[in-house]
């Protein structure tokens, strides 16, 4: 370790094969905390490169728990986190709406980092047992169209690097991997991120991932599509921004679609929302995402088409179905 931070030290950039390399070794508990904190640091003082960003992908594919759903054509729905903006649980939501839709997905999710209740405080609160048994998950998606992959389950090298991130308690680039290491290796993804840079970052690693992707940003600075202002938008076809009327729908104000303040506020936006009960503004947003969801998985239909789609499954109860069938019956 001493020799790869003199060389960063000294501004030089690593290489993907060497950024894999040395994540690798971390994810070995070839390190102490210190030194795992010293590299960490680095990245706080520096922007990550695409290539080291693409290593350190590579190094946590590597060790991960791999769960084999290359029969179903899968997508995976999630935001980078990070953005502060403590909205209702959009990515969760849109899962379900894309199930109810026909498309299966492998939804990768954890413990909320930048609200109070992450995908993984929803579903457990909702009494889903989390899993890394592969029979578990298939039969989930056989019979929900979804299945769920509590990060911690899949990525045990990662304890190595617990410590660290809880005494540092700052973002640092472990929260970009999130999305990028769903350890089913989902032919679909649809990420949002919290700011240009990591747009950037994100679609300079994606184009050549092989993955039918999306990446989304509200300009104004939402890891998802608010509707409180314009969309950036990128996919292996296009770029381009979008305005909410692009999805025949109004803008709203940051507080319409805020979240709750503790698991059980969030749980019960949520339940509204299938139920019906949701808001104009709350609805419309879970809509606009989740038709962006369908064109990633169908990027031949138009965007009208996509916002259908997702209003069928979401308004016709499909969503919810999923839902009960999904958290009501465990194996």
């Known amino acids: 370790m001493k020799e790869i931070l003199q060389y960063l030290y000294n501004g030089n950039y690593l290489s993907t094969d060497e950024a894999r390399k040395i994540l690798m070794k971390i994810g070995q508990d070839n390190f102490t905390d210190i030194e795992i904190s010293s590299f960490i640091t680095v990245y706080l003082m520096r922007p990550i490169t695409p290539d080291e960003l693409k290593g350190f992908r590579d190094a946590l594919l590597e060790l991960c728990i791999r769960i084999d759903l290359s029969e179903f054509n899968t997508i995976d729905v999630c935001g980078t986190g990070g953005d502060e903006k403590n909205t209702f649980n959009i990515s969760t939501l ?18 909320g980092v930048s609200s109070s209740c ?11 047992r989390f899993s890394n048994d592969e029979k578990k998950l298939k039969h989930e998606i056989e019979t929900c169209g979804i299945t769920f992959l509590h990060a911690p389950l899949f990525h045990p090298a990662m304890k190595y690097v617990a410590p660290v991130r809880r005494t540092l308690k700052v973002k640092t680039f472990f929260n970009k991997l999130g999305p990028m290491v769903n350890p089913s290796f989902p032919k679909n993804q649809m990420i ?13 690693v994606y184009r050549d991932s092989g993955i039918q992707f999306t990446i989304l940003h509200s300009l104004d600075g939402y890891d998802e599509i608010s509707l409180t202002g314009d969309i950036l938008f990128e996919s ?62 169908f990027p031949e239909k138009t965007l009208t088409e996509c916002v259908e789609i997702a209003k069928e499954s979401l308004t016709g109860k499909k ?3 999923r839902f009960k069938t999904f958290t009501e019956n465990q194996l």
Do not use: C, W
């Open 94 to 111: 849109t899962a379900f709406v894309l199930a109810g839709a026909g498309i299966k997905v492998a939804k990768h999710g954890n413990y």
């Open 118 to 128: 992450g995908s993984s405080n929803l579903l457990e609160y909702f009494g889903y």
């Open 192 to 204: 949002g991120v919290y700011n240009l840079n990591v747009f950037d970052l994100f679609a300079q």
């Open 236 to 297: 292996n076809h296009e770029k381009r921004n979008f305005a909410p009327d692009d999805f025949g729908f109004s803008r709203v104000m940051p507080g319409d679609i805020s979240g709750g303040t503790t698991v059980e506020e969030s749980a019960r936006i949520f339940i509204d929302i299938l139920e019906g009960r949701g808001t104009p503004a709350q609805v419309n947003a879970v809509l606009a995402n989740s038709a962006i969801g369908v064109k990633t998985v």
């Open 319 to 321: 969503a919810l179905n």
